[in-house]
Nanobody, 120 residues
Framework: QLQASGGGLVQAGGSLRLSCAAS????????MGWFRQAPGKAREFVAT????????NYADSVKGRFAISRDNAKNTVYLQMNSLKPEDSAVYYC???????????????WGQGTQVTVSS
């Protein structure tokens, strides 16, 4: 089970930090990712991180503004979002899949999503 939190309403240029807590026995065996879906749009990849946190990939739209990290001791993955823009507004989902390398494709397990709204 994945539980995402930390969403909210923020002004453009502001920051938010999302968290995703995983209820699994061996969190370090999972690659983690963040995705988002805006109203009327398809879900899109945002960021992914390898099992040990040493490698990450980002969508071009968030590079340099967002940072994904993980704490395997706490079974938690984070998404630090800075310099937020109105176009970042969406429901953000965390996701997990077995593996080691950061991965931008399909995932096996999904959280319930947390709403991020950026006002202009």
């Amino acid at each position: 089970q994945l539980q995402a939190s930390g969403g909210g309403l923020v002004q453009a240029g502001g920051s938010l930090r999302l968290s995703c807590a995983a209820s699994v026995r061996t969190f370090s065996t999972y690659v983690m990712g963040w995705f988002r879906q805006a109203p009327g749009k398809a879900r899109e990849f945002v960021a992914t991180i390898s099992w040990n946190g040493y490698s990450a990939n980002y969508a071009d739209s968030v590079k340099g503004r967002f940072a994904i990290s993980r704490d395997n001791a706490k079974n938690t993955v984070y998404l630090q979002m800075n310099s937020l823009k109105p176009e970042d507004s969406a429901v953000y989902y965390c996701a997990a899949r077995y593996g080691t390398s950061a991965y931008t494709g399909s995932y096996d397990y999904w959280g319930q999503g947390t709403q991020v709204t950026v006002s202009s």
